[in-house]
Structures are given as C-alpha cells and as structure tokens.
C-alpha cells in the first residue's frame, strides 16, 4: 500500500481559567491514571466524545498530560453495500468520527493540540477536554490562541479602511452562533456554499462603493476571524491619520508549528500525532 501524505498544522491554546483549576485539572488526570479504564465516552450538545487519557511524559523539564478525542460525527448515518443494501451502522457501544489530539502542560499554562477533522472545532472540543477535568464546573475556562505579534492594536490607526481579504474553510461556517458579525452568519446561510472547500474572499472598501461594512463592523470580524482557528488568511488595508499605507497581516500573527507525515492509513496513530506534538511543543519552549 502507498504511504500517504498529511500536512499537520498544530495550535496553541493559552488556557484562561481560575487559579485552582491547574492542580485540580492534574488531580483528576492522575485519578483518571490509575482507574482500570483510562477512556469514557461523554455526551456534548447531542455528540458523543471518546476521552482518552495517556501516561504523564516529561519534556524540556515539563509534566505534559497527554489526552486523545474522538468526536462523534452524525453526518455518517448510513452504510450502503454493493448489492444496494442501505443499512444503519452498527456501533456497538462504540463511536464513529474524527480524531482529536491534545497535550495540556499546566506549568505553562497552555493546551496544543491538533486534528485531521474539522479544525474549526478544535477549540470547542479542547474546552470540552478541559471541563472534563475540573471540578468547579460553574467557574468557566476559556481558550484563546497565543499571539505571537500584537498587530490588533495597530486597527486602531487605520482611520480608512480600503480592503479586507480572508479565507476560511467552508466547514467551519457550519456552527456559527448568533453572536458571530453579521457578515459571517450571512455566509454561513449562503445556499451555493459546498462543504469542505476553502472560501477566499476580497471586500474593496471605499466611501463610493457600498459594501455595508463600516470600520466597526470590520474590526468586528477581524476580532472573530483572528481567533478562528480554520481562517488561514486574513488581511486588513487601509491609511492612518497621515495617510500613509497600513498593511495588516494576521495570518502569521499566531503561534503555530507544521509538519507533514506519511502514513499508510487515512488516520494518525496516536504514537505519531504524540511524538508530534512533543516537537511542536519543543518548538514552542524555544521560541517563547
């Protein structure tokens, strides 16, 4: 069989929570450790989710807590065979969908992790992971990619706004919540979109062509898309009070650490997706 090539992007959560959570969360993951079982099968918003938890390791002198997510899929509701019999799957206790995998290192105050799904849900199923392990489930924790530029604060000087241009994969358009801007739940309705295909798009701003998007409004979706973890490209032009040329990339403003492996099955053992995220974290310590 050929091997085949997956490109692998890694991100960087910093982990916003209250003090205790820290020695609660290696509390429970060590608890979970020595239990017969060391996975559970959870239910979230009408989707099941296996946890699977992983021996402590250490790198670069630091207790990484390693955990594996399976993500239920619902979209897979039929098997179809070749004599035209269309049948229910049959899970047996079990669950079909996308591997998630994430490495927690409490000292640095971080979750890392990555997907070969959806990554537009890999926030959501990291907050998921962590709420897992807390034992105040009223005290919120909240996931943020870690900056590696404050460019955001550079929005601020742009008095005139000439061009907005992102690219955001199709699937991620597929949960928006009430609160995303305006210009993202319009996309998120479009009829004509197809899943799983990159969406790029280029808005000419100017006070002769209407485009419905004011300064507020674009600082809006810069703010949403910039923490959006499946929009890839995201580019902001325009002048300062001077009127000298502003060229804002936040597409490189994130920390994030790539690699490709080669496989010979359409997944990523777990073996593979830790020793890639020992580096990704390596990687990190270094740059930080």
């Not at 959570?21 to 060590?30: K, P, T």
């Not at 019999?85 to 998630?100: R, V």
């Not at 996931?143 to 991620?172: M, N, P, Q």
Request: aromatic share 10%; glycine share 4%; with cysteine.
């Amino acid at each position: 069989m050929n091997k085949l090539k997956k490109s692998i992007t890694v991100r960087f959560f910093a982990i916003d929570a209250e003090g205790s959570f820290f020695s609660e969360f290696v509390s429970n993951y060590r608890a979970n450790q020595s239990a017969e079982n060391k996975a559970r099968i959870i239910s979230i918003r009408n989707k099941k989710q296996l946890v699977k938890t992983s021996k402590v390791t250490q790198q670069s002198d630091l207790d990484v807590f390693r955990t594996t997510v399976v993500r239920e899929r619902n979209t897979w509701q039929t098997k179809a065979t070749s004599d035209g019999k269309i049948n229910s799957i049959a899970l047996n206790q079990g669950i079909i969908g996308d591997p998630y995998f994430f490495s927690v290192v409490p000292e640095l105050k971080i979750i890392v992790g990555f997907t070969t799904g959806p990554s537009v849900s890999l926030k959501s199923v990291g907050t998921s992971l962590l709420e897992q392990f807390n034992s105040n489930r009223s005290a919120k924790i909240k996931l943020e990619l870690i900056s590696k530029e404050k460019e955001f604060s550079r929005l601020a000087e742009i008095v005139d706004y000439s061009s907005l241009h992102f690219k955001i994969g199709t699937s991620s358009l597929s949960e928006v919540s009430d609160t995303a801007p305006q210009l993202i739940r319009d996309l998120s309705s479009a009829p004509y979109l197809e899943s799983n295909m990159q969406l790029a798009l280029d808005f000419s701003i100017s006070e002769e062509s209407d485009t419905g998007l004011s300064k507020e409004n674009v600082i809006e979706i810069v703010n949403y898309l910039s923490n959006h973890d499946d929009c890839t490209v995201l580019k902001v032009k325009g002048k300062n009070d001077d009127g000298s040329l502003l060229h804002l990339d936040f597409g490189d403003a994130f920390f994030i650490y790539k690699t490709d492996i080669s496989t010979r099955h359409k997944f990523i053992d777990e073996k593979s997706a830790y020793s890639i995220l020992e580096e990704a974290i390596i990687y990190y310590v270094q740059e930080k």
